[in-house]
T-cell receptor, first 116, second 109 residues
Framework: GAGVSQSPSNKVTEKGKDVELRCDPI?????LYWYRQRLGQGLEFLIY????????KSGLPSDRFSAERTGESVSTLTIQRTQQEDSAVYLC??????????????FGPGTRLTVL | GIQVEQSPPDLILQEGANSTLRCNFS?????LQWFHQNPWGQLINLFY???GTKQNGRLSATTVATERYSLLYISSSQTTDSGVYFC???????????FGKGTKLTVNP
């Protein structure tokens, strides 16, 4: 079946603008994760959704970042008033169960965000 | 906060060689994961391994939680094993994952 998809694949925006990134998880996967990867660096965990439970947002770097997920479907990551340091690849992953179950995470191709 | 250190930062091998990658962490963890990111950026979750040993084909991982380290073994390496290997730990009461900086592996034909 289809894997995790993300859109757009690339986004170039001007400093100060808002952007919205979308993630379509694999159908039936209850868990969804957002990560950020700056150029040449490791991954930063941003947020984790598990079913209908309240997400842990402790990985979000500032209050300009927010994420939503409706049920067990699409998730959107919104960055308000973008800054140049927000430039990165934003990766989404989904898994059948949550991390407590140790289920494999399947990653999307990422959205490359460039803030000018 | 917790520190996650991976070694070596870079590793170059000839095809067929074996290798061991290490991940040290500074505090008790709830879980530990290994990821592989290929040269085109695609990430794969390899193992969840809070303790003990797991094997998947040519890859195996061992975590010794009491001594705060994990090892990833790659046997009979292939060029497709090239990429960056990340270790990440679940720490504390939140779901926040903390990643190491990765080991960049290059397997030459």
């Amino acid at each position: 079946g289809a894997g995790v998809s993300q859109s757009p694949s690339n986004k170039v925006t001007e400093k100060g603008k808002d952007v919205e990134l979308r993630c379509d998880p694999i159908s039936g996967h209850t868990a969804l994760y957002w990560y950020r990867q700056r150029l040449g660096q490791g991954l930063e965990f941003l947020i984790y959704f598990q079913g209908n439970s309240a997400p842990d947002k402790s990985g979000l770097p500032s209050d300009r970042f927010s994420a939503e997920r409706t049920g067990e479907s699409v998730s959107t990551l919104t960055i308000q008033r973008t800054q140049q340091e927000d430039s990165a690849v934003y990766l989404c992953a989904s898994s059948l169960g949550g991390r407590v179950f140790g289920d494999t995470q399947y990653f999307g191709p990422g959205t490359r965000l460039t803030v000018l | 906060g917790i520190q996650v250190e991976q070694s070596p930062p870079d590793l170059i091998l000839q095809e067929g060689a074996n290798s061991t990658l290490r991940c040290n962490f500074s505090d008790s963890v709830n879980n530990l994961q290994w990821f592989h990111q290929n040269p085109w950026g695609q990430l794969i979750n390899l193992f969840y391994i809070p303790s003990g040993t797991k094997q998947n084909g040519r890859l195996s991982a061992t975590t010794v939680a009491t001594e705060r380290y994990s090892l990833l073994y790659i046997s009979s390496s292939q060029t497709t094993d090239s990429g960056v290997y990340f270790c990440a730990v679940d720490w504390g009461g939140s779901e926040k994952l903390v990643f190491g900086k990765g080991t960049k592996l290059t397997v030459n034909p």
